[in-house]
């Protein structure tokens, strides 16, 4: 079993950074893909980003291709999303997940676990 926490949400303006950090515990951790989601006020939950077990496929939501990158540290347990040029539109409650699955997906439903997620809100 995979539990995950996320941090570094937080309160920026447009076009500042911010990088998440998903850190897991369990002793599997480099079996696991893993993905970021987020959700905003009223809004459906929606894919941003996921990685393989390796770090070596990535894939990125359309809206923040280009801006975001996902990597990951197995032997730290830890995955990361660097959020670069933020925008009001990403404001949102970011989530961490992990799928049993070892390739990248972009399905909720692929997702085993999932964390509590952090705020991030990107306002002048």
């Known amino acids: ?6 941090s570094g949400g937080g309160l920026v303006q447009p076009g500042d ?9 369990g002793r599997t951790f480099s079996s696991y893909a893993m993905g970021w989601f987020r ?7 929606e ?4 990685i393989n077990w390796s770090g070596r496929s990535t ?9 975001f990158t996902i990597s ?8 990361y999303l660097q959020m670069n040029s933020l925008k009001p539109e990403d404001t949102a409650v970011y989530y961490c997940a992990a ?13 085993d676990y ?3 997620g952090t705020q991030v809100t990107v306002s002048s």
């Open 1 to 6: 079993q995979v539990q995950v926490v996320e």
């Open 17 to 25: 950074s911010l990088r998440l950090s998903c850190a897991a515990s």
């Open 39 to 45: 959700q905003a006020p009223g809004k459906e939950r």
């Open 47 to 50: 894919f941003v980003s996921a």
């Open 59 to 67: 894939i990125y939501a359309d809206s923040v291709k280009g801006r």
């Open 72 to 79: 990951r540290d197995n032997a730290k347990k830890t995955m």
């Open 99 to 111: 799928s049993y699955s070892p390739g990248t997906t972009d399905r909720p439903s692929q997702y």
């Open 114 to 116: 999932w964390g509590q």
